[in-house]
């Protein structure tokens, strides 16, 4: 009787509609608890999803800035390279000496971008042969230059190949499939070789012919 008092009695609500009140209530407080819930789930979702985003353009813009700074150094590399074509007989071995290194400083650059070792130090090796090379060909007296025209003629054909190869072993870097890498490599070691022989043929000869003279 008390119950039915209270609840029927009070503001002239009787017990069937409280229940109906509170039941609504409850309904619409679980409804708005599960929409609270599901909204948070779906904001942390796209949150994810637009945190992932940002991260895979971060990326894409890092391999495309390291990729920029690659060519940019082997470019310098090409161009540094194709002096040693104007090289001769008569030119200051000093600055023969300037662009050595600074084939030498565009390698390292090349190198550490790549990561890869195995093809800087061909380039690394290319700097040191060209550059006594040049130097050797600087220093010789026109008159011995006269005298083993045919060695100083091996030696700049050697050398002039060289450069070519070199720009080709850049370009192709960027442009030909990854397969053709070691043989543009090999290439290179070997003219390597064949100009490190040729410029010791020229040494040799001229200093026989300077201990005779």
């Known amino acids: 009787m008390l119950r039915g008092i209270v609840l029927g009695d009070l503001w002239g609500i009787t017990e069937g509609v ?15 608890g599960v929409a609270a819930l599901v909204a948070v789930v779906v904001l942390r979702r796209s949150n994810r999803h637009q ?14 800035s ?12 090409i161009g540094i390279t194709n ?7 008569g030119t200051d071995p000093d600055l023969i000496r300037g662009t050595t290194v600074s084939f030498t400083a ?3 650059r090349w190198a550490l971008e790549t990561g890869d070792r195995n093809h800087a ?11 006594g090379a040049g ?13 083993f025209e045919a060695l100083h003629t091996a030696v700049r054909s050697i050398l002039n190949e060289m450069v070519r190869l070199v720009a080709n072993f850049g370009l192709g870097w960027y442009l030909d499939p990854p397969s053709a890498r070691s043989a543009a490599l090999e290439g290179l070691q070997e003219n390597a070789e064949r100009l490190d022989q040729a410029v010791h043929s020229l040494v040799v000869a001229s200093d026989a012919s300077a201990t005779v003279g």
């Open 66 to 77: 390291a990729l920029a700074r690659e060519k940019a150094a082997m470019t310098d590399l």
């Open 121 to 131: 130090s061909v380039l690394l090796s290319c700097a040191s042969v060209l550059g």
């Open 106 to 108: 565009a390698s390292f």
């Open 18 to 32: 409280w229940v109906q009140l509170w039941s609504g209530t409850a309904g619409a407080l679980v409804s708005a």
């Open 51 to 64: 945190q992932a985003l940002v991260e895979e353009q971060l990326e894409v813009q890092r391999n495309e």
């Open 83 to 89: 002096k040693f074509i104007s090289y001769g007989v």
């Open 135 to 147: 130097v050797v060909v600087s220093m010789t007296k026109e008159e011995e230059a006269g005298e």
